[in-house]
């Protein structure tokens, strides 16, 4: 709720920095200290294999990615929009965010030659190609 509200009540002491998630200002502390917070994680062994092209689940980088993949075999739309009807398969942050646009009306993307907006990035690539 506090990415709709922009409220972020999470104050480092160091800087002027503020965080929505207390967890995000943890990791945020870490850049203070010189520590590197996913130096052993799964994250960037994740992120790794975007440059060494690994591919250890079937043919995605990622289990997360495979699994979504997967969800695009069945009917199942687990996931509800609570403005509409909208059913969706998966739920990805950004792909929520874009549906929502088509509530709200926001156009974020604008094509710098001529100022139309689109509401998602993709489709803003695809009008530049036609300048």
């Known amino acids: 709720m506090r990415t709709h509200t922009g409220e972020k009540p999470y104050k480092c002491e160091k800087c002027t920095r503020k965080f929505s998630r207390l967890d995000n200002l943890r990791v945020h502390m870490r850049s203070h200290t010189g ?4 130096s052993t994680t799964s994250h960037l062994k994740n992120h790794m294999r975007t440059h060494t ?3 250890p ?3 995605f980088s990622d ?3 495979l699994k979504e993949h997967m969800q695009t075999h069945t009917d199942e739309r687990p ?3 609570e ?3 909208g059913q969706f398969r998966y739920r990805r942050l950004e792909n929520l ?3 929502m646009r088509t509530h709200t009306g926001e156009r974020p993307y604008m094509c710098e030659k001529c100022n139309k907006c689109f509401r998602q990035s993709s489709n803003l690539r695809a009008h ?3 300048h």
Not at 35 to 38: A, F, I, L, M, S
């Open 79 to 81: 996931y509800k929009c």
């Open 97 to 99: 965010r874009e549906h």
């Open 35 to 38: 520590e590197r917070p996913y």
């Open 57 to 59: 689940y079937k043919q």
């Open 53 to 55: 092209e690994e591919k």
């Open 63 to 65: 289990l997360s990615y």
């Open 83 to 85: 403005e509409c009807s």
């Open 128 to 130: 530049m190609r036609a």
